[in-house]
């Protein structure tokens, strides 16, 4: 059984697509499933990340990672979600055909978003593209506020688009920031953290909406 693939999109940069998929990444592998990421972003901040987890646990890491192109990004999807539980992509920015590449081939699309105006209007392009394909989408919104008279404002405009939005959010936190630093994620870092829970929490909701497993497959035999 092929693994699912989860598709990090956005149009708008700086919307925390390479964090929520470093953490995601990293909640699963440490729950014990075979994790693939693709960075198919050509800033290659995913790439980075790997490459420092790479040099911190070395043999102990158990990430596979690829660097792909648009084009080759549903050749690598469709390869590695045959040897992997779950395939996390970061899809590029700004360009709708290289954005679609990484929509098509999902199980799951996932659209961060800050608890901004100018971010939820940001996120129509991605939205339309989603339902073009067919796509199951869902936004994240990241970087929230606790306790901030915009959030209301802001549910009730992320209420209107075409797409639901996760219960779970991810807060404007420092453990992120120094989790990706560290080439880990806030499950490792600081699995005790209020960071930790909130990824723990967005974890269980993609296995919910994706049909996931509670426990990962059986390892074939060598």
């Avoid at 980075?48 to 890491?61: F, P």
């Avoid at 870092?189 to 269980?204: D, F, I, R």
Wanted: positive net charge; hydrophobic residues 45%; aromatic residues 4%.
């Amino acid at each position: 059984m092929a693994g699912k693939i989860i598709t990090i999109a956005q149009h708008k940069g700086g919307a925390g697509k390479t964090t929520i998929a470093a953490q995601l990444a990293a909640a699963f592998m440490k729950r014990g499933w075979r994790v693939a990421t693709i960075d198919a972003d050509p800033q290659g901040s995913l790439t980075m990340w790997s490459v420092t987890r790479n040099h911190r646990l070395a043999d102990a890491n158990t990430l596979t990672h690829v660097q792909a192109t648009s084009w080759q990004v549903r050749r690598e999807a469709e390869r590695l979600s045959q040897e992997n539980d779950i395939v996390i992509i970061d899809s590029p920015p700004h360009a709708d055909s290289e954005a679609s590449v990484a929509i098509r081939c999902a199980d799951i699309v996932l659209v961060p978003a800050q608890p901004s105006a100018l971010d939820i209007w940001a996120v129509k392009p991605t939205v339309n593209l989603i339902l073009r394909e067919g796509k199951q989408g869902v936004v994240v919104m990241n970087r929230v506020v606790a306790r901030s008279k915009l959030n209301e404002m802001i549910c009730d405009k992320v209420a209107m688009l075409d797409i639901p939005a996760l219960s779970q959010c991810f807060g404007n936190r420092v453990a992120y920031a120094t989790s990706i630093i560290q080439g880990l994620g806030a499950v490792e870092s600081e699995p005790y953290s209020p960071a930790a829970l909130e990824v723990q929490a967005l974890m269980a909701e993609v296995c919910i909406r994706t049909g996931l497993k509670k426990q990962p497959r059986e390892k074939k035999a060598a």
